[in-house]
């Protein structure tokens, strides 16, 4: 991504004077997936409902309490811009979405507000302990994903419904369902027993 501003121009270090450590702690990345590398849990912000119908809508709590029993209670947070918000590709690497509710007939926040907002609210809630049993990763998650379509796809589940529009929808399925690591070892056995099945019956075919 491009920035629209130098990071040593001196009338950001003048407004950010008191954010010293935060703005040299900044750091600047080509795409939205490397900049989410890391976290257990993405959600991205929406002042539309229309743009979060793909994944789940949840409040601050909510996040808080889903964030808090993955494994390093890792959360990244997606804002837009002002003008367009998040496109639904960037929203395709959220697992889930948070919009903030806003007084009378305005439609948004502005972003430097939002993003407070949003940060003051999640601090507000109470720590709590770290997950003995943690949910699966974004990383663990992607790879069943892709396991999962590979299996259909060999099975020949294909024929009628496109692998492309499929996809989504098994994406948002993993993403509501709260898996724990545990479960994805336990699902990855499964698909390689499959594997060897569908293998050995093939060989058994053979002429």
Same mark, same amino acid.
């Given at each position: 991504?491009?920035?629209?501003?130098?990071?040593?121009?001196?009338?950001? =270090?003048?407004?950010?004077?008191?954010?010293?450590?935060?703005?040299?702690?900044?750091?600047?990345?080509? *795409?939205?997936?490397?900049?989410?590398?890391?976290?257990?849990?993405?959600?991205?912000?929406?002042?539309?409902?229309?743009?979060? $119908?793909?994944? !789940?809508?949840l409040s601050v709590p909510d996040i808080?309490?889903?964030?808090?029993?993955?494994?390093?209670?890792?959360? &990244?947070?997606?804002?837009?811009? $002002?003008?367009?918000? @998040?496109? *639904?590709? $960037?929203?395709?690497?959220?697992?889930?979405?948070?919009?903030?509710?806003? !007084?009378?007939?305005?439609?948004?926040? *502005?972003?430097? /507000?939002?993003?407070?907002?949003?940060?003051?609210?999640?601090?507000?809630? !109470?720590?709590?302990?770290?997950?003995?049993?943690?949910?699966?990763? !974004?990383?663990?998650? &992607?790879?069943?994903?892709?396991?999962?379509?590979? &299996?259909?796809?060999?099975?020949?589940? %294909?024929?009628? @419904? /496109?692998?492309?529009? %499929?996809?989504?929808?098994?994406?948002?399925?993993?993403?509501?369902?709260?898996? =724990?690591? =545990?479960?994805?070892?336990?699902?990855?056995?499964? %698909?390689?027993?499959?594997?060897?099945?569908?293998?050995?019956?093939?060989?058994?075919?053979?002429?």
């Amino acid at each position: 991504m491009e920035l629209k501003f130098d990071l040593e121009d001196k009338a950001l =270090r003048q407004y950010a004077l008191h954010a010293h450590k935060q703005r040299d702690g900044l750091q600047v990345v080509s *795409n939205l997936q490397t900049a989410c590398e890391g976290a257990d849990f993405i959600v991205g912000t929406s002042a539309d409902l229309r743009n979060c $119908e793909s994944i !789940p809508r949840l409040s601050v709590p909510d996040i808080h309490q889903r964030v808090s029993k993955t494994h390093s209670q890792s959360l &990244a947070l997606v804002f837009g811009n $002002e003008a367009a918000g @998040l496109s *639904n590709e $960037e929203l395709s690497f959220c697992q889930a979405c948070l919009q903030l509710e806003m !007084p009378g007939e305005f439609k948004s926040f *502005n972003l430097s /507000h939002a993003v407070a907002i949003t940060l003051y609210l999640l601090r507000q809630e !109470p720590d709590l302990p770290p997950a003995t049993d943690p949910l699966a990763t !974004p990383a663990e998650l &992607a790879h069943l994903h892709a396991i999962w379509l590979d &299996a259909l796809d060999k099975q020949e589940y %294909f024929q009628r @419904l /496109h692998k492309s529009r %499929f996809a989504p929808k098994l994406q948002r399925l993993l993403d509501r369902i709260e898996l =724990r690591s =545990r479960d994805i070892k336990g699902l990855y056995g499964m %698909f390689r027993h499959f594997a060897r099945h569908d293998m050995a019956a093939k060989t058994e075919t053979k002429p």
